[in-house]
């Protein structure tokens, strides 16, 4: 004999199959009644999810421990300095309070796919504390004092090291924890789009359930997600606020706090605005300040900057395999060794995009043919398996080599190492509105969505470059960079 919550989540046995279960609610809208200290602990997961915290915590911990002390007694062995068994037992606690305070155990459980790459900026910044508070605490083991150039030495040294060791500390998380199960309350229609940009990301997360937001304000409502966290082992609510009113995501997101879960929020107002706001509180009242779009002057001239220093150190480099991929172009088929096309750039303005052809001469001639072959969505042209691609082509394209050449429109500024999308004519035309502020911007050989490992809509394609364009850095370029080479390497075409 089923009980109520199990009959309102018949479908949720369903874990694995490609459409996930959900509940719809629908309920009058009555004050909630319930009382926090009866929540906690409702969902009996909660302790599991407090163990494995800190599991992941105790082993960046130890991590950062051993990988940062070792460094420390390497460096001084290098540069022949004594008492170093004392200074790497007295470097523990220096270790573990810095990075407390850095927040650098706290983070991941606030993240779907916890990376170390994002938290290098903190990590930086923590081991150069670090090394700040060796050269202070020095003298105390041993006479004399380290020199700047050692300083800097053991800051460098401490920094790619806990790198590394917190890389190989979460994969070891990675392996030995379960799967996160998600349960999405809210906007039911985008479970599609959320998972699917969890697997490109490779976070290990299962969405379990979907629960429509309709009524949640109401005591029933907020009884029935409770017992959905119980009954199918929820680990992790994600709330999609529908956007016709907050006061349910609110108390949504206050039930769940109280549970013990773990909660993610998909705000509609931060696909606008992205992650680089300030907040500030005036008197009391929680203010969102958001910067403005696009980058300013000093932006530009350091990003061109970068361009061209990169750009130029590149083509030095990679100059000899140029030059044998272009004879290879020249003797696998008939054509140009290279492809150019008009491509819509910054300000609107055209420019011709290079790369190395990895087509038949009439390609463009086929493409009218193909269209109803396209795998990209609607408003963009891919085809899998395109016939119109030469054998060496195939290969050229699975390794991204065939956009080495764009290199030279970095040079004559048409394009960044790093930016939106240049999109061909036909595809730039059905983006319009405020949309096209994308258009302010030099259009990248990659950009934010390139590493996604799959391909998305135009139209969320447009929202991932207005975002990189809210939210740039120097900073986010170079891990733009080294997420597309991890994304090239992981499809091992490299």
């Given at each position: 004999m089923s009980t109520p919550a199990q009959a309102r989540l018949r479908e949720a046995e369903v874990v694995a199959a490609p459409e996930p279960p959900r509940l719809a609610v629908a309920a009058p809208a009555p004050e909630p009644t319930f009382d926090p200290l009866q929540l906690r602990g409702a969902a009996e997961a909660t302790k599991v999810l407090e163990s494995q915290e800190a599991l992941r915590r105790g082993l960046l911990a130890l991590a950062d421990v051993l990988v940062i002390t070792a460094t420390l007694v390497v460096v001084m062995s290098r540069f022949g300095l004594g008492s170093r068994a004392g200074a790497a037992l007295a470097s523990i606690p220096v270790v573990l309070v810095l990075f407390k305070l850095g927040g650098l155990y706290d983070r991941d459980?606030?993240?779907?796919?916890?990376?170390?790459?994002?938290?290098?900026p903190v990590l930086l910044q923590v081991t150069g504390l670090f090394a700040l508070s060796a050269a202070i605490l020095y003298p105390t083991f041993s006479p004399g004092s380290l020199?700047?150039?050692?300083v800097t030495v053991l800051w460098l040294a401490a920094f790619a090291a806990s790198l590394t060791g917190r890389v190989m500390a979460r994969s070891v998380a990675r392996r030995i924890m379960p799967e996160e199960r998600?349960?999405?309350?809210?906007?039911?229609?985008?479970?599609?789009?959320?998972?699917?940009?969890?697997?490109?990301?490779?976070?290990?997360?299962?969405?379990?359930?979907?629960?429509?937001?309709?009524?949640?304000?109401?005591?029933?409502?907020?009884?029935?997600?409770?017992?959905?966290?119980?009954?199918?082992?929820?680990?992790?609510i994600i709330v999609v606020p529908t956007g016709t009113g907050t006061d349910g995501a609110v108390e949504?997101?206050?039930?769940?706090?109280?549970?013990?879960?773990?909660?993610s929020v998909l705000p509609r107002?931060?696909?606008?605005?992205?992650?680089?706001?300030?907040?500030?509180?005036?008197?009391?009242?929680?203010?969102?300040?958001v910067p403005r779009f696009g980058l300013?002057?000093?932006s530009r001239q350091l990003k061109r900057v970068v361009d061209l220093v990169a750009t130029t150190v590149g083509l030095v480099v990679v100059s000899p395999l140029l030059a044998i991929i272009a004879l290879a172009v020249r003797i696998d088929s008939k054509g140009p060794i290279f492809f150019r096309q008009t491509r819509v750039g910054r300000d609107g303005k055209p420019f011709r995009i290079v790369k190395f052809r990895s087509m038949v001469i009439d390609a463009d001639a086929q493409k009218?043919?193909?269209?109803?072959q396209s795998t990209a969505g609607p408003g963009l042209f891919k085809v899998t398996n395109d016939p119109r691609v030469t054998r060496l082509g195939r290969f050229l394209r699975s390794s991204s080599l065939d956009e080495l050449p764009q290199l030279f429109n970095v040079l004559r500024g048409d394009m960044s190492l790093v930016g939106p999308r240049p999109l061909v004519t036909d595809e730039d035309a059905q983006v319009v509105g405020l949309d096209r502020s994308r258009l302010l911007l030099t259009p990248g050989i990659t950009g934010p969505w390139q590493t996604l490992g799959c391909r998305v809509p135009l139209q969320e394609m447009v929202e991932i470059d207005y975002l990189y364009a809210s939210n740039w850095s120097l900073w986010l370029d170079l891990k733009i960079l080294l997420r597309t080479l991890r994304h090239v390497v992981r499809r091992g075409n490299v």
């Open positions: 459980e606030l993240r779907l796919d916890p990376s170390t790459l994002d938290e290098a020199t700047a150039g050692q998600c349960l999405i309350i809210g906007e039911v229609q985008r479970a599609d789009q959320i998972r699917r940009r969890l697997a490109a990301g490779g976070a290990r997360t299962v969405i379990v359930g979907c629960v429509a937001d309709d009524g949640l304000t109401s005591p029933d409502a907020l009884q029935a997600v409770l017992e959905a966290v119980r009954e199918l082992r929820v680990d992790r949504l997101i206050r039930v769940a706090k109280a549970v013990g879960v773990r909660v107002m931060l696909q606008v605005v992205g992650s680089a706001v300030a907040f500030s509180e005036v008197e009391g009242m929680a203010m969102l300040g300013r002057r000093s009218e043919h193909l269209r109803r």
